[in-house]
């Protein structure tokens, strides 16, 4: 005899985990779009310029790796990079076909002035909560990101971008 089961209604949605989080993503967005609107950069964007830095010469795959984002769809992101002159793009001396990313001076300059409204962003996100709350949520959510990161599409594996320059360096 088949269960009897309500019918979903919309608080099925909006009080599930998957949905406050990607609600949650919405809004993060927003608000780094908001604050750093005169500097013209994504989170994507941004995320991508600081590994470069920290990195220097690393490739777009280990790129990927490293700020956890599809291998595809950073193509895109790195001409766009590129087309403002904020990084450059060389051959591999080992490999000719894997292009090498650098920042440029312009990149590095804009990586300090943005900072003030990354900042604030960070800040606004969690400005509605206490202090307490807020360290509590970032614990639970690094616990969270943490403990799934093996069935992301995308995993984290910022180790690769380590143990390749220690090879190299």
Do not use: W
Request: charged letters at 30%.
């Amino acid at each position: 005899m088949p269960s009897k089961r309500r019918p979903a209604t919309m608080d099925d949605v909006y009080t599930k985990p998957g949905y406050l989080f990607r609600r949650m993503q919405q809004i993060a967005v927003s608000i780094f779009v908001e604050e750093c609107k005169d500097f013209d950069l994504t989170p994507v964007q941004y995320a991508a310029l600081v590994a470069i830095r920290t990195h220097p010469g690393i490739d777009a795959t280990r790129l990927s790796a490293v700020i956890a984002f599809d291998r595809s769809t950073l193509g895109s992101v790195l001409e766009r990079l590129e087309a403002k002159g904020l990084i450059e793009r060389s051959a591999g001396a080992e490999d000719k076909r894997v292009k090498l990313l650098f920042l440029t001076a312009g990149g590095a300059a804009l990586l300090q002035r943005i900072m003030a409204a990354v900042d604030r962003a960070q800040d606004r996100i969690l400005a509605p909560l206490k202090p307490a709350d807020r360290k509590t949520l970032m614990a639970l959510l690094g616990q969270l990101v943490d403990l799934n990161n093996e069935v992301s599409r995308v995993p984290l594996r910022a180790e690769d971008a380590i143990e390749h320059f220690k090879k190299s360096g």
